[in-house]
């Protein structure tokens, strides 16, 4: 039997193969792992992201699960809130001298137009003084104001340093003719203030502007008194007590329209005279007057002729009329101010 001879050659060849056979099958594997791990990474980072954004999201629970889960649910964390700007009043060029220290009382700032006056108000640098006096303020004022009528300048300007500090003080009154404004100016000059302005328009030409104001708010029991009449038919009748409330708080003006020679004898004190016989003649002088403030009409008799008034003036148009019945007795009984003319008997 021949025995089969195998070249050196052939040898040679067939290891080459099988090395080349055995780096491609590394090969293979290596590519083959790497892939798998790919894919579990990018696996394991989608599941990751998903979770995290879940967290930050707010967990909506029905009604029935909230009662049973309530303990295991973890409060979400609220973001910040982004900060806004807060809006600078720009004042406007041709206003700006409104706001500079003056030298001299004779160069304080002459505030004549609503315009000036608005943009003081708005600028939130100034602060306005009410210098018609306590009374009238408490009835109401321009919304912000304080209160420093002429006879309390000098002791209450000290007091409210803290108050007045870096501001542009504006001092007004009843308007143009009214000098209680200017006279409380120059006690604020005289205490070392120097930003100051004077509104000649004053409350007249505010309200007239419709612009803010601060009223008065009557307690609970005594607000009735402040509402206008619905009709002629109407027209409250007041008490003793009310008239008295009024009076004190100095809220309403009181009228006697007694005949002329039975208010020269007694009427209530700081009443003013308006004879039923001259109520065309007087209304066209007192029309501010009985537009100020709620009208307390009564007469000397049992009410005919504050009725017949009342009447009058409902149809002129004032309709915060009230009316006190037998005022004049009851007032006199109950010891209130009376103005007596000691001449007459």
Same mark, same amino acid.
């Given at each position: 039997?021949? $025995?089969?001879?195998?070249?050196?050659?052939?040898?040679?060849?067939?290891?080459?193969? $099988?090395?080349?056979?055995?780096?491609?099958?590394?090969?293979?594997?290596?590519?083959?792992?790497?892939?798998?791990?790919?894919?579990?990474?990018? =696996?394991?980072?989608?599941?990751?992201?998903?979770?995290?954004?879940?967290?930050?999201?707010?967990?909506?629970?029905?009604?029935?699960?909230?009662?049973?889960?309530?303990?295991?649910?973890?409060?979400?964390?609220?973001?910040? /809130?982004?900060?806004?700007?807060?809006?600078?009043?720009?004042?406007?060029?041709?206003?700006?001298?409104?706001?500079?220290?003056?030298?001299?009382?004779?160069?304080?700032?002459?505030?004549?137009?609503?315009?000036?006056?608005?943009?003081?108000?708005?600028?939130?640098?100034?602060?306005?003084?009410?210098?018609? =006096?306590?009374?009238?303020?408490?009835?109401?004022?321009?919304?912000?104001?304080?209160?420093?009528?002429?006879?309390?300048?000098?002791?209450?300007?000290?007091?409210?340093?803290?108050?007045?500090?870096?501001?542009?003080?504006?001092?007004?009154?009843?308007?143009?003719?009214?000098?209680?404004?200017?006279?409380?100016?120059?006690?604020?000059?005289?205490?070392?203030?120097?930003?100051?302005?004077?509104?000649?328009?004053?409350?007249?030409?505010?309200?007239?502007?419709?612009?803010?104001?601060?009223?008065?708010?009557?307690?609970?029991?005594?607000?009735?008194?402040?509402?206008?009449?619905?009709?002629?038919?109407?027209?409250?009748?007041?008490?003793?007590?009310?008239?008295?409330?009024?009076?004190?708080?100095?809220?309403?003006?009181?009228?006697?329209?007694?005949?002329?020679?039975?208010?020269?004898?007694?009427?209530?004190?700081?009443?003013?005279?308006?004879?039923?016989?001259?109520?065309?003649?007087?209304? /066209?002088?007192?029309?501010?007057?009985?537009?100020?403030?709620?009208?307390?009409?009564?007469?000397?008799?049992?009410?005919?002729?504050?009725?017949?008034?009342? $009447?009058?003036?409902?149809?002129?148009?004032?309709?915060?009329?009230?009316?006190?019945?037998?005022?004049?007795?009851?007032?006199?009984?109950?010891?209130?101010?009376?103005? $007596?003319?000691?001449?007459?008997?």
């Amino acid at each position: 039997m021949r $025995k089969k001879v195998v070249k050196k050659s052939e040898v040679k060849k067939s290891n080459n193969l $099988k090395e080349i056979f055995s780096i491609v099958l590394k090969s293979v594997i290596i590519v083959s792992v790497s892939v798998v791990i790919a894919l579990c990474y990018t =696996g394991l980072r989608a599941v990751t992201v998903d979770n995290n954004k879940n967290q930050n999201q707010p967990v909506s629970i029905s009604p029935t699960v909230a009662e049973t889960t309530q303990e295991n649910v973890q409060p979400t964390s609220t973001p910040s /809130p982004t900060a806004t700007a807060t809006k600078v009043y720009q004042i406007p060029s041709q206003y700006k001298y409104l706001f500079q220290p003056v030298s001299k009382k004779e160069d304080i700032h002459k505030v004549h137009n609503i315009e000036e006056a608005k943009v003081l108000y708005e600028s939130g640098k100034a602060l306005f003084i009410d210098a018609r =006096g306590t009374q009238e303020y408490k009835q109401s004022h321009i919304k912000g104001a304080i209160d420093i009528s002429v006879g309390e300048a000098p002791s209450k300007i000290p007091q409210l340093k803290d108050v007045l500090k870096d501001k542009v003080l504006v001092t007004y009154c009843h308007g143009v003719g009214c000098h209680l404004s200017d006279k409380v100016a120059y006690a604020l000059f005289d205490a070392g203030y120097r930003k100051i302005a004077i509104y000649f328009g004053g409350w007249p030409q505010w309200l007239q502007a419709n612009l803010p104001i601060e009223e008065y708010q009557p307690p609970e029991e005594y607000k009735h008194l402040f509402v206008e009449a619905d009709n002629e038919n109407k027209i409250q009748e007041i008490t003793l007590d009310d008239a008295k409330f009024l009076y004190d708080n100095m809220l309403a003006n009181f009228i006697d329209v007694d005949y002329q020679d039975n208010y020269n004898k007694i009427h209530i004190d700081r009443a003013v005279a308006f004879p039923v016989d001259k109520v065309e003649q007087y209304l /066209p002088g007192y029309d501010n007057f009985l537009k100020q403030k709620p009208v307390v009409i009564y007469c000397h008799g049992s009410g005919g002729k504050s009725r017949k008034v009342a $009447k009058k003036l409902y149809e002129a148009g004032y309709k915060k009329i009230l009316l006190f019945i037998n005022g004049l007795k009851q007032w006199e009984k109950a010891n209130y101010p009376i103005y $007596k003319n000691p001449n007459v008997r």
